[in-house]
């Protein structure tokens, strides 16, 4: 009778607990793991003992090597729970993180890694908060590889870790792919890519089994082609440069049609990326009563009052910074200030919160004004 699969202890169980889970996960007991729900309902996904095994083994060949990890998201997600899967491959065990993650707490368990290549994965908010503090950018800097994934890496941001001698690796993938799958652009050992009139698809061994209890779903989203090789269809659309490098524009389901336009979230976001004074960027669509779909900037401004000559808050001012970057029908109709991004459990920004916020209660908004919810009655943080 085969075995029953491992369901990850929760995140604040013991190391112990956590290490001995992902022991009988790789040993044979495979895992269910459920998705951050970013864009929806979540899913539970069924990951076999060989998927995990193979997304461990191609990571240390990526990073060059096994090391000491250091746990900094939770571990009933996918890209934490990994972080433990690795440790169990290496035969190590993992230093977590105490508590939320702060600037402090994360160097307090860098200090205790034990000597030897060390090892961390992360989102881009953490990596954000950490550059932004000296102390931070020296423990981090002490990284033989740093995985960044969850969410868009910003030019900027990337730049400024490679500038302070962070040894960054932007991570692709999904807990459908056993967490990252593509490093930088390029599929580790074993994985391939291919697109599907803009749609990345992605195979190899790391594929997971399927949904659990949901053989419509997985035989949806799970493609076997004419020569037998499986494929599982994402969300995301991507391109494929000549060397094939796969460079991603942002969600399927996020692509907006506004005015008869399709516009990619990705290349909005870095164009606000290079404003200054916003610190954070989030691009999304909203429903319009005009336009079908609006583009809405979320932006978080920088903290560092020393910055000059800042994007005044206004969506018309937003507007006129991009012109010159960005085609007339992908400029923001609408901007919102935010103090910081809503975050779900697994570090992703809360998309469905964000969109909400943005569309408010009743869906409309009047020209050049944020929508009037009860989040925002006036519609004044939107207002241009």
């Known amino acids: 009778m085969p075995q029953r699969p491992v369901i990850p202890p929760p995140h604040r169980s013991t190391v112990t607990e ?13 895992v269910e793991l459920t998705t951050s729900g970013s864009t929806g309902q979540p899913k539970r996904v069924v990951l076999a003992a060989s998927a995990l095994r193979a997304s461990a083994t191609a990571t240390a060949e990526r990073v060059g090597g096994q090391g000491h990890w250091l746990l900094a998201l939770p571990s009933n997600h996918v890209a934490g729970w990994q972080v433990v899967v690795r440790s169990a491959v290496a035969g190590t065990v993992p230093t977590r993180i105490e508590g939320p993650f702060t ?8 200090q205790r890694l034990p000597e030897g290549p060390r090892l961390v994965s992360l989102v881009p908010t953490q990596l954000l908060r950490l550059l932004d503090d000296d102390a931070g950018t020296s423990a981090l800097a002490g990284f033989t590889a740093v995985l960044i994934g969850g969410a868009a890496l910003p030019a900027p941001l990337r730049r400024r870790a490679e ?15 056993s967490g990252g799958c593509v490093y930088d652009g390029t599929p580790l050992t074993g994985v391939e890519v291919r697109l599907d ?9 790391v594929l997971a089994d399927g949904y659990a209890d949901d053989p419509a779903l997985t035989a949806q989203r799970f493609d076997t082609d004419a020569l037998g090789k499986r494929w599982f269809v994402t969300d995301d659309a991507g391109e494929l440069t000549e060397d094939g490098v ?17 516009v990619a979230p990705r290349p909005v976001e870095e164009a ?13 669509g909203v429903p319009d009563p005009e336009w079908g779909q609006r583009v809405a900037a979320v932006l978080v401004g920088a903290d560092d009052r020393s910055v000059k000559h800042t994007v005044p808050p ?16 992908a400029l923001p109709r609408q901007v919102l200030w935010l103090s910081e991004l809503p975050m779900l459990a697994s570090g992703k920004p809360d998309r469905v919160a964000l969109r909400a916020m943005c569309a408010g209660s009743d869906g409309t908004m009047d020209p050049y004004r944020g929508p009037r919810s009860e989040l925002n009655p006036e519609g004044d943080p939107c207002s241009g």
């Open 197 to 205: 009139e803009g749609r990345v698809l992605l195979g190899g061994p």
């Open 272 to 284: 606000l990326h290079q404003l200054p004074g916003v610190r954070e960027a989030l691009v999304l």
């Open 314 to 329: 206004d969506t018309r001012a937003v507007r006129d910074a991009l012109r010159d970057h960005l085609p007339a029908h």
């Open 246 to 262: 796969l460079q991603l524009l942002g969600r399927i389901d996020d692509l907006i049609n506004t005015g008869g336009f399709k």
């Open 163 to 177: 500038a302070a001698g962070v040894r960054l690796h932007r991570t692709y993938g999904m807990t459908e792919t």
């Open 18 to 30: 956590l290490l001995h889970a992902a022991e009988r996960a790789v040993a044979g007991a495979g």
């Open 103 to 110: 600037v402090d707490a994360f160097r307090r368990a860098a």
